[in-house]
């Protein structure tokens, strides 16, 4: 009976809590070093024992990965996938009112796909259409489940931030806006501009700020004064200011990372992230100095005139320099292949195999203060790992299975023998509703002018 | 001074009986909803309202009668969400408005109104955040602009339908939705039974705004739309706490300004919010539950699905399900564009929707999401009935679930006495292909079913479902 009982137990519990173990692999740990033939021991989501002779528990699922590669979870840190109904609220150079947070969608295809490329992280970001965008979330890849459960949870929420050419760009009236009519000019239309509406906004969230601190003293005190007025848009600034949201800025330019930076050090916070900062390595001293991290393309340039200082030496410079550097993605394809960008740079700047998988791992765990949880084989950390069938830098390289929180969500051999069922499902239902069309007359859809 | 108060009144009763007939329905088979279906029997609506029914009932001498022999009565249909009386083009002001704009599947077939984008009379000044108040009108009451005149009154009537709640849907606060009785009277002011049933809410990307700063105002993105009915909800409470004070004691503060977009929010008692997919009705729930407010969502089409259909479950919240069922593209399909599984499906299970609802008991109504003709009304519902849903609960979805939902069941949704008298008088079963609505009463005023199709209005009181992908 006790059997029996205990037997259904382990049937219902979800596949999260199973026990796993990985073994004859090649554990690249990123943090400490590489293992030749290794296991690692999964239990309840997290790493619980990694070496070349592991305890097996009884019980656990065997996973043979004779001749493969194993690596930590791929995280991303500047994604902007996973969102509904747009990412940009372009419409007023301050919309730190905006959260990606309401708008996740746990659908979208881009993250099946990009847990098929091995992330299972992404920072999701707003878009760069204004100098302070809206505020950002850091997900878990984990298909299937639904937006709250998506959500890293306890990593620190950000805001995005953009320089240079974007935020600037819809300040010049161009093209026709919506109606036809002339689309009305957005302030800042030049870079000095775009310092102006950042500094302004932080002189305004800091009256904010002390309009809230005044109040709560009152009310300490045993006062009963009028609550001051949330507002959303302030509020998101405030927390930059104390401390709890992290600031990711969209950049390009050496001049305005400096300038950033000076007005970061006025307001009294910190940046804790230049996205793309492809001229970073001229300044790379100053970003050190700062504290904050750079987050790049490996070497992608050229593609509008902020971005023509651009080197593929930039990563491992701004490394050398004791940046703690970032490959990101920026889109939903580059996001599937981050492994082969890392590797780039091992040519460009001579990074060694862990400082380039770190790029893609660990440094962005960093970055997004996560690096307790995630981003690199250690016991204690959570099971997000990817196997590759050969070595995880090249472009050879083929993911496997992807693991999160100790749950297989991506098997390509499960994938690739579904695929065939999974076609012939809908052309059937295609079919189906091929047939349905032609055979009832075109009703509902008229609707006000409808009949036959 | 009491005696005249009563003399006045007693005339008034007069003046309304001498207007109104009695009816009564015989010999007709009786669908109460609220109670058992009485195989013959009899029905009597006098001075608008329900004062017999059973099977043995006496007939006023003075009363129109009708011999049910071979007809089943039921009670007025209720649309639960709709625009009528605001009668299309011609009427100006909040006729301009977003279910025209959004336009919709069928490449705007649906809309007679031009496509003039909500944001039109707004870009003179363009929205630099929710201070502005953009796309919103939500001081408007849809009793101030409702017209008696509106021509689809008739052709929505000889459905069966003889009561809509309607809603200003320009913009992301419309404004407030009444529920109204389709006679053909004079005046506006008869239609209404209640003039203020909530307010009507929009957080699709309607309204014509470009993102990207393109020269549109705030908000045009749907995080955009969500962060603007938070903030309104957040400076409606502040302004409410303000005005409080400022009552208590004039002299220790300066008086509130007065915010009228913020006292059609604090007016309304409940919001109507849209959501389709399942992502959406996970999203919106979680919003509504932050504004606090009781709320009814609109849509639903992804509720076939068992964790779209939890949600309402757990939230308690009810729903109008949208009979606009999604359809497949007519004409050939561009490979290179070809429907998701996710579209096939929905195509393929919403109209099972409502039967999935009413098994795992979550309170829903059916709204007619702009199909106005009598076919197209009857085939919708005739959809959901094939697909799952018992005719009796079909019925009871477009009767008693809507009147229940909006609080108005005391006088609204069954054949009972009391209750006003709207009745439909059908050959046949309701909602089959071939059955004729006979007679339908509305507020006890007898109707024929006009034969002829009246022009089309604004459509949809609903943005293109799904439409944020």
Redo the contacts between chains.
Sequence with gaps: MRRLLLAALVALAPLGAETIVIQNATIMTVSKGTIKNGSVVVKDGKIVEVGEKVMIPEGATKIDAQGQYLIPGIIDCHSHIAGDGGINEGSISVSSMVNIKDIINPEDIAIYRALAGGVTTANILHGSANSIGGQTIVLKMRWGKDAQQMIFEGAKPGIKFALGENPKRAGNPQGRGANGQAPVARYPATRMGVEDTIRTAFNEAKIYKATWDEYNAKVAHGEHPLAPRKDLQLEALKEVLEGNRYVHVHCYRADEILMMIRVADEMGFKVRTFQHVLEGYKVAKEIAEHGAGGSTFSDWWSYKVEAFDAIPYNAALMAKAGVVVSLNSDDAELMRHLNSEAGKTMKYGGMTEDQALAMVTLNPAKQLGIDNRVGSIEVGKDADLVIYDKFPLSDYAKVQKVLIDGTVYFDRDKEVSAQAAKDAEKQKLLDKLKQQNQTTPAGGRRGGRGGE | MKKLVTGLLLMVAYAFAAESSTVAIRNAKIVTVSGPVIAKGTVVVRNGLITAVGETVEIPADAFVVDGEGLTVYPGLIDAMSTLGFGGASTGGAAAAGGAGRG???GG????TPAA?A??AS?AT?????EDRPQTTSWEMAVDEISAADG?IPTVRASGVTTAVTFPTRGIFGGQGAIIDLITGEKAGEMIVTPAVGQYISI??GG?????????????????????V??IY??AE?YK??KE?YEKDPHS?ERPPYDRALEGVLASKRILLPAN????I??VLR?AAELKQPTILYGGRETYRA?AVDLLKKSGTPLLVS???P??P?GE?DPDN?????S??A??KAPSAPGVLKKAGVRFALYSD????P??LQ??VKKAIDAGLSREDAIRAMTLSPAEIYGVSDRLGSIEKGKIGNLVVTRGEIFDDRTQVVWVIVDGRHYKPAET?AP?????ATEEPGG??
């Design positions: 919709g599947r069928g077939a649906v809309t007679a984008p944001a039109a870009t363009r929205s630099m955040g929710p689809r699709g990307r014509g705004f470009g993102g990207g700063g393109g020269g549109g105002g705030f908000p045009s993105s749907l995080m955009g739309y969500i962060a603007y938070k903030q957040l400076d502040h706490m303000a004070a503060m997919r399942a992502v959406e996970d999203r919003v964790d009979l606009r069922w359809e497949l007519r399909i070809e429907p998701s599984m996710r096939l499906e195509i393929e702009g199909l106005e003709q076919r197209d085939r919708a199709a089309a209005g604004r459509g949809a944020n992908q």
